[in-house]
């Protein structure tokens, strides 16, 4: 499986704000004609104290993928051949 060593943040925005916990050390694990699976860790503070406490949780996200019709039958119509030289 393909990883990255960059240190990735993917988050769910809408007008501004985060929808959800962004995920720290994302990476992109498959993409498809329907979608993008994301992997990473969500860290939520427990409560203010002297010491800082996180509790980390592993996520995948679905994210689906809207593109118009004619774009996907595009795409699937395009064939390649493989080529030896």
Known sequence: M???TKKLRAEVVAQGEDMVP???YAWIAKVTH???VIMGTEYLARRPTSKPRVDSYAQTWWCKIEVPLSVI???TTVRVEPRFD
């Open 2 to 4: 393909w990883r990255t």
């Open 34 to 36: 329907q979608g993008i």
């Open 73 to 75: 039958e595009r795409l």
């Open 22 to 24: 962004p995920l720290q």
